[in-house]
């Protein structure tokens, strides 16, 4: 297991946030899945116990492969095995029928979801993506209809209604030193959650970058919608750009307002990516 998964698993297991967890798994690489591919699509191999459950055994690298086939034997020494993303990987269910996932097997940090949980973990592979498309769009056929597409935005509000920064609506803006009116828009409730702490602490005097360093609005609330409704009503405010992630303990990424227009259209038609597995396997 990498040193960041590992360090996420401990800090989990010692009380942190899950989201560092879910964080690390999603955002790996390259898993190790045992599957045959068909075209666009993946036939999982699965591992079958005694009592009828079916087991997907995942792993982070050829040597936690390597030790967990060292007990179990040749059904994990054998291939074939697809190299994915953890985007990739669990951002499409149902992941061929599989009643529990384990990750790094018989490894001192092997962690593991069954089945009714994985829908939490594909809503991480979701934010992963977006968060990948946003900040490297090359890695996508077509990274605007993913950013479009995605269904969990957050934005930050002041609850008393005062407009934060020239804000619409009381729409708190991301900081600019320019003075221009930027949205700020998260891809996950705690990147939201972070710059709120973030505002917390510039009311209490920390600079916050903006040409109007007046205290900033401290009783938010957090608000989420999916990309049509989110840039459609920007589009209509007539931001000058939206920043995304600002503040939020990762690198933010920005873009100008007039795209705002495009991605509410392409919103409108946007599908998710076909998933990689047909379904449960017979």
Not at 198 to 225: H, I, K, Y
Request: hydrophobic share 50%; charged share 25%.
């Amino acid at each position: 297991m990498t040193a960041r998964l590992a360090a996420a698993v401990d800090a989990c297991r010692a009380g942190g946030p899950d989201a560092e967890v879910y964080r690390a798994i999603v955002e790996h690489d390259a898993w190790l899945v045992p599957a045959t591919r068909d075209g666009e699509r993946l036939a999982a191999h699965l591992v079958e116990r005694d009592d009828g459950a079916r087991f997907l055994e995942v792993f982070s690298s050829a040597g936690a492969r390597a030790r967990a086939a060292a007990v179990e034997g040749a059904e994990l020494a054998n291939g074939p095995w697809v190299e994915l993303r953890g985007d990739v990987l669990f951002g499409s269910l149902p992941l061929d029928g599989a009643d529990r996932v384990n990750l790094d097997l018989h490894s001192e940090h092997a962690t593991h979801f069954y089945r009714d949980q994985l829908p939490v973990l594909a809503a991480w592979a979701r934010v992963a993506a977006v968060e990948r498309a946003l900040a490297h769009p090359d890695q996508f056929a077509d990274a605007l209809d993913v950013v479009a597409g995605f269904d969990a935005y957050y934005e930050v509000w002041a609850r008393d209604g005062s407009v934060s920064g020239g804000g619409p609506a009381g729409r708190v803006l991301a900081p600019d030193s320019a003075g221009r009116r930027l949205a700020a828009v998260f891809t996950a409730e705690d990147r939201a959650t972070a710059f709120a702490r973030a505002l917390a602490e510039a009311a209490r005097g920390a600079d916050w970058g903006s040409v109007d360093d007046a205290p900033r609005p401290v009783d938010v609330e957090l608000r989420a919608a999916d990309g049509g409704v989110v840039f459609a009503r920007l589009a209509a405010d007539g931001v000058d750009g939206v920043v995304f992630n600002p503040r939020a303990g990762c690198a933010p990424v920005a873009l100008a307002g007039r795209v705002l227009g495009v991605l509410a259209s392409r919103a409108k038609s946007a599908t998710r990516a076909a998933a990689l597995w047909p379904g449960p396997s017979s």
